[in-house]
T-cell receptor
Framework: NAGVTQTPKFQVLKTGQSMTLQCAQD?????MYWYRQDPGMGLRLIYY???????DKGEVPNGYNVSRLNKREFSLRLESAAPSQTSVYFC???????????FGQGTRLTVV | AQSVTQLDSQVPVFEEAPVELRCNYS??????LFWYVQYPNQGLQLLLK??????LVKGINGFEAEFNKSQTSFHLRKPSVHISDTAEYFC????????????FGGGTRVLVKP
């Protein structure tokens, strides 16, 4: 059972480059989320998708875009990477009752 | 907006000693409460959750937490820690009415010393 799968696991970008972080879940969950994790700040919500075809901003959406491609996949795009976006990014999903979120293994992104 | 405060950023503790990690949340309405654990270079794993019912919740690996509505707290405890409990622990809150958004505290890093 794969759960939530994120790719890539590591990435180094130069300032101004773009990239897309991929996330897929195989639990038939309606809701999916993107968080970033920075030391001492816990996890902060970037965007979430309550269901296929809908997306909403979270706490820190600036500089990011998302696409809920289908029920399984939820991607996060950085159009023009900045050093402030150096972080560990986690994708998560949950069922309709929202009683538990399942997390991927994370993507460690460094912007130089 | 809901907020979650974990009062201790780091907690050093000796093996076989008890540990308590404190968590307070701001919401005054009905909430779901969670504790997650993150081992080095890994994702987050659910330790336990409070949805309703008994205020004392038992989770995996011998952890338990107590929901205190009047103090808006959800402190995590373990009576005797092991070296393998070295990890970062996150408290999280979700509004029952809000549904989707899961808000995390800043995390508490537990270092178990032999």
């Amino acid at each position: 059972n794969a759960g939530v799968t994120q790719t890539p696991k590591f990435q180094v970008l130069k300032t101004g480059q773009s990239m897309t972080l991929q996330c897929a879940q195989d639990m038939n969950h309606n809701s999916m989320y993107w968080y970033r994790q920075d030391p001492g700040m816990g996890l902060r919500l970037i965007y979430y998708s309550a269901s296929e075809g809908t997306t909403d901003k979270g706490e820190v959406p600036n500089g990011y875009n998302v696409s809920r491609l289908n029920k399984r996949e939820f991607s996060l795009r950085l159009e023009s990477a900045a050093p402030s976006q150096t972080s560990v990014y986690f994708c998560a999903s949950s069922s309709t009752d929202h009683t538990e979120a399942f997390f991927g293994q994370g993507t460690r992104l460094t912007v130089v | 907006a809901q907020s979650v405060t974990q009062l201790d950023s780091q907690v050093p503790v000796f093996e076989e000693a008890p540990v308590e990690l404190r968590c307070n949340y701001s919401s005054s309405v009905s909430v779901y409460l969670f504790w997650y654990v993150q081992y080095p270079n890994q994702g987050l794993q659910l330790l336990l959750k409070y949805l309703s019912g008994s205020t004392l919740v038992k989770g995996i690996n011998g952890f338990e937490a107590e929901f205190n509505k009047s103090q808006t707290s959800f402190h995590l405890r373990k009576p005797s820690v092991h070296i393998s409990d070295t990890a970062e622990y996150f408290c999280a809150v979700r509004h029952k009415a809000a549904g989707n958004k899961l808000t995390f505290g800043g995390g508490t890093r537990v270092l178990v010393k032999p």
